[in-house]
């Protein structure tokens, strides 16, 4: 879609088939919701997480970045959509799992590794500063990567850095700790259309299976 005028049609399109015919489920949705879901992921239009896993309105609370960067406790703003949308989700939601969803050919990340390209976009620069210290540590394993190794490695990263990042909030870790919460990093490959998840114990991005699921 184009225009503003082929979303309008797009809505409507969208209540004469899936609103009516699903009344009853959306009558439901009126009441509250509850997700038991928070996806944090990248703004790229191309990674809906929604439509990535087959979610229907109400499944997945979603809260969405430049790069999937969540801040730190230390690095979060005084008024910080993020992490506003993660506590909303852990405190009042009372959510079971967080993910935090990267995916390849991310322009952050692109920015992060060319900051000639953002140099005069001073808010897109500042956030990806956030990431910085990601790519300062594959810069010290290894300097000479090839680039699209070391795009997908920042990538990858990044998500992790992020998942970290969840863990400062002691209200996030408390819940962890207990077991009523877990946190999840995943990798989608746009060239392939492959989903990777987070192994710790192998320590890398695994294909997720069907059996997994």
Not at 2 to 11: A, S
Not at 64 to 71: G, L, T
Not at 88 to 104: E, P, Q
Not at 134 to 147: F, Q, S, Y
Request: glycine share 6%.
């Amino acid at each position: 879609m184009q225009n503003f005028h082929e979303l309008i049609q797009g809505f409507h399109n969208f209540k004469e088939d899936y609103f009516l015919r699903e009344r009853e489920f959306f009558s439901s949705l009126v009441h509250g919701q509850s997700p038991k879901t928070l996806v944090v992921a990248c703004c790229d239009s191309r990674v809906d997480p929604a439509i990535l896993m087959g979610c229907r309105p109400g499944d997945l609370f979603v809260a969405r970045s430049i790069a999937a960067i969540v801040p730190d406790v230390e690095k979060a703003g005084e008024h910080d959509a993020v992490v506003s949308a993660v506590e909303y989700a852990v405190k009042h939601l009372d959510v079971r799992n967080i993910i935090v969803m990267g995916h390849s050919n991310c322009g952050g990340i692109h920015g992060l590794l060319h900051p000639e390209v953002v140099s005069k976009e001073p808010y897109i620069s500042r956030w990806l500063c956030l990431a910085h210290p990601v790519l300062e540590e594959l810069e010290h394993e290894d300097p000479d990567e090839p680039a699209d190794v070391r795009a997908r490695r920042c990538e990858e990263g990044t998500v992790l850095q992020s998942i970290d990042s969840l863990l400062s909030y002691d209200w996030v870790k408390s819940r962890v700790d207990a077991g009523t919460l877990a946190l999840h990093a995943l990798y989608y490959d746009l060239a392939s259309g492959t989903m990777y998840v987070w192994n710790a114990e192998a320590e890398d991005f695994e294909a997720t299976k069907l059996s997994e699921l």
